[in-house]
């Protein structure tokens, strides 16, 4: 039939998604801002594209026939149009992917008939793919891969379906494309066509941090590379944070009214950057897919059920962690002295916290660790001069030996180190709020706080304040305060 909107199989449903303006998210006026919306395609993403195109090229080689099983390595997307083309085609399917893919992912996947290897998540997509290969090395009679890593059909999809559809969307107006890197298909077939059209257009790709949790991307540097993938032929790779790739879905759906997934908000956080310094134009952004593949996640949860409780050495007792901002979790420490080596207390305090960050991210929250880096003490002052060096070569030095240190012990660096030298101004200008508030009094060049001001002190190490006595429990020969606890 050649009614509009009557199709003859879902296959044809494929393709020709919906460009849709991007306006409370947009921080550049002068920036004409798209996405790509692919949760649109049949099976509900940009990998229904590449699937179908790999699956009738596999055909027209005579690559795959009727009787052969279609294998894949997949973390959900591409297995679910698999899946689906499969189905109408009449083939069986077997996916290997990682156990830590969502369930969603999985309940799809089998909904349409496939069936599924898990593989151990420590070993991400790499466990799967070689999972994968063993199945077909082993029997090449009885299975065919897709290889969508190496498979030229993946951005061949992309090169003559997504690249022109934007550019016949935008009547050749787009200026930059934003674009995930997964298996890479996207970005390398977007880039070539593009490229053919006007070589002015940019494509930039977005790659996750190592150790990201954005399911469906991949870290180049600790994953395998893609055979279809060319690093240098990209006008730019832009790097983003799992918590800003989770914060912009996130928005996408409060601000814009755009429901979609991890890898759709690491395009949009990528998106919003690049948009931000562009002079003018049109971005289009390609949001892989929607955010119902992440519900048992903890991406759109508003308030994070805890199954999982700390003792809380105020209150004394044990108390479920809810965290304040939904998804994250912060860890604060205080960092060792710089007048010495680390001390075996030191070193298990940031075992601990390492260890606490690991947890936390194995319950999928986004980890901000932070080191605090006490570099403008007095002993550290005095050791520098000791050491006949300048205060911050003499604290870099012995900073780089922590870090070093850390590394020896295997424990993960914190996201950041932040030094008191940073934020002198800041310290000085809240010590004088205390001291107008009279929380605090200076004399003789020495600041004090007035406990007896501050209810509670003491509670969480068990000092009584009002127990303190001079000469006896504390030492007044080298302070001259008000009141012996200040």
Do not use: W
């Not at 004409?32 to 195109?53: C, H, M, Q, W």
């Not at 082993?138 to 997504?162: L, V």
């Not at 940031?350 to 991210?361: C, E, I």
């Not at 911050?392 to 932040?418: C, H, M, V, W």
């Amino acid at each position: 039939m050649n009614c509009k909107n009557v199709f003859s199989n879902v296959l044809e449903c494929i393709g020709n998604t919906p460009l849709i303006r991007i306006n409370r998210m947009n921080p550049n006026p002068a920036v004409t801002f798209y996405i790509k919306f692919e949760a649109k395609n049949p099976a509900g993403s940009v990998k229904d594209r590449a699937a179908l195109s790999m699956i009738e090229e596999a055909e027209r080689q005579g690559q795959l026939v009727a009787g052969k099983i279609i294998v894949e390595a997949t973390s959900g997307n591409t297995g679910i149009g698999l899946a689906m083309v499969a189905a109408v085609k009449g083939y069986r399917v077997l996916f290997t992917m990682p156990e830590t893919a969502s369930l969603e992912r999985q309940k799809i996947l089998k909904a349409f008939g496939a069936e599924l290897l898990l593989t151990p998540g420590s070993l991400g997509t790499d466990g799967a793919i070689e999972e994968a290969y063993n199945l077909v090395r082993e029997n090449p009679s009885r299975y065919f891969i897709t290889d969508q890593f190496n498979n030229p059909a993946n951005p061949a999809a992309h090169y003559y379906g997504t690249g022109p559809e934007i550019y016949e969307q935008t009547e050749g107006k787009v200026s930059t494309i934003v674009a995930t890197l997964g298996t890479t298909g996207t970005a390398m077939g977007i880039l070539r066509a593009m490229k053919e059209k006007n070589p002015a257009i940019r494509v930039v790709a977005v790659e996750p941090l190592p150790g990201h949790k954005v399911q469906g991307l991949k870290n180049m540097k600790e994953s395998y590379v893609p055979g279809i993938f060319d690093r240098y032929a990209l006008d730019e790779i832009v790097h983003v944070k799992d918590e800003d790739a989770f914060d912009a879905a996130r928005r996408l759906a409060r601000e814009e009214g755009i429901f979609a997934g991890m890898s759709s908000g690491a395009a949009m956080a990528a998106g919003i950057q690049i948009a931000s310094v562009m002079e003018e134009g049109v971005l289009v952004a390609i949001l892989p897919d929607g955010g119902d593949r992440y519900l048992s996640t903890n991406l759109f949860t508003t308030m994070l059920e805890p199954d999982f409780r700390f003792y809380d050495l105020l209150e004394r007792q044990k108390v479920e962690f809810k965290p304040v901002k939904e998804g994250k979790a912060r860890i604060c420490v205080t960092g060792p002295p710089l007048d010495q080596s680390l001390s075996i207390s030191d070193a298990r305090r940031f075992l601990l916290a390492d260890l606490l960050s690991r947890f936390f991210q194995a319950k999928n929250f986004s980890v901000d660790e932070v080191v605090l880096i006490p570099d403008f003490d007095s002993r550290t002052i005095n050791s520098s001069i000791a050491a006949g060096m300048c205060l911050g070569p003499y604290t870099q030095q012995r900073f780089e030996s922590f870090l070093g240190d850390l590394d020896s012990l295997g424990i993960n660096r914190a996201y950041r180190y932040p030094r008191t030298t940073e934020h002198l101004d800041t310290i000085i200008e809240f010590t004088r709020r205390l001291i107008a508030a009279e929380f605090a009094y200076d004399k003789l060049r020495s600041v004090y706080f007035d406990l007896s001001r501050s209810n509670g002190y003491g509670r969480l190490s068990g000092i009584d304040p009002k127990k303190v006595r001079a000469g006896k429990t504390v030492d007044l020969s080298n302070y001259e305060k008000l009141n012996p606890s200040d």
